[in-house]
T-cell receptor, first 113, second 115 residues
Framework: ELKVEQNPLFLSMQEGKNYTIYCNYS?????LYWYRQDPGKSLESLFV?????AVKQEGRLMASLDTKARLSTLHITAAVHDLSATYFC?????????????FGTGTLLAVQP | DAGVIQSPRHEVTEMGQEVTLRCKPI?????LFWYRQTMMRGLELLIY????????DSGMPEDRFSAKMPNASFSTLKIQPSEPRDSAVYFC?????????????FGDGTRLSIL
């Protein structure tokens, strides 16, 4: 059974600092997604990572995928308050015609001024 | 383009009542997913459809829950009878089947409170 773990669960950081959120998964995966959720809102897609070594960047966020280690990272550079949200990774199991996403627990990011 | 549309946005009802949640996927998407989000259990996939056919309903918690997709542009999730532990935010998402580089697109959710 595919399991997805994120850490940390909660991250409080100051503006201008850098930090990394980690996403580990338990079995071989076909693809990995990162989503952002603001309080009381829907989930917004951030990145789609499809292959080993994939790296995607958007603004102050950069996501990478290491399929051999079954690990993805979301790196935050020079954090700003607007990045405060909950970040989820989600993984699709390998093989078969499926789009079934298994979500991690989420990381609540609070950027303090 | 319109995104995934869910209704109602909020629902408050008494235990034992029937609850129906509705979803309109993005036009052209042929996969539809129902999720439930709670503080205790996080985001759980309840059921998903491909080309209007249920593919995996292993996440449906019990027989009180049922879902249908009568056509490509409409799906319902029904709870009958409802219980307080069903209180959660229910999200609908859609995507293009087996399109690896496209994410699932989520609706705004229905916040359900069972008293």
């Amino acid at each position: 059974e595919l399991k997805v773990e994120q850490n940390p669960l909660f991250l409080s950081m100051q503006e201008g600092k850098n930090y990394t959120i980690y996403c580990n998964y338990s079995t071989t995966s076909d693809r990995l997604y990162w989503y952002r959720q603001d309080p009381g809102k829907s989930l917004e897609s951030l990145f789609v990572l499809l292959s080993n070594g994939a790296v995607k960047q958007e603004g102050r966020l950069m996501a990478s995928l290491d399929t051999k280690a079954r690990l993805s990272t979301l790196h935050i550079t020079a954090a700003v308050h607007d990045l405060s949200a909950t970040y989820f990774c989600a993984v699709v199991g390998y093989g078969g015609a499926t789009n079934k996403l298994i979500f991690g627990t989420g990381t609540l990011l609070a950027v303090q001024p | 383009d319109a995104g995934v549309i869910q209704s109602p946005r909020h629902e408050v009802t008494e235990m034992g009542q029937e609850v129906t949640l509705r979803c309109k996927p993005i036009s052209g998407h042929n996969s539809l997913f129902w999720y439930r989000q709670t503080m205790m259990r996080g985001l759980e996939l309840l059921i998903y459809f491909n080309n209007n056919v249920p593919i995996d309903d292993s996440g449906m918690p019990e027989d009180r829950f049922s879902a249908k997709m009568p056509n490509a542009s409409f799906s319902t999730l029904k709870i009958q009878p409802s219980e307080p532990r069903d209180s959660a935010v229910y999200f609908c998402a859609s995507s293009i089947w087996d399109s690896r580089n496209q994410p699932q697109h989520f609706g705004d959710g229905t916040r359900l409170s069972i008293l």
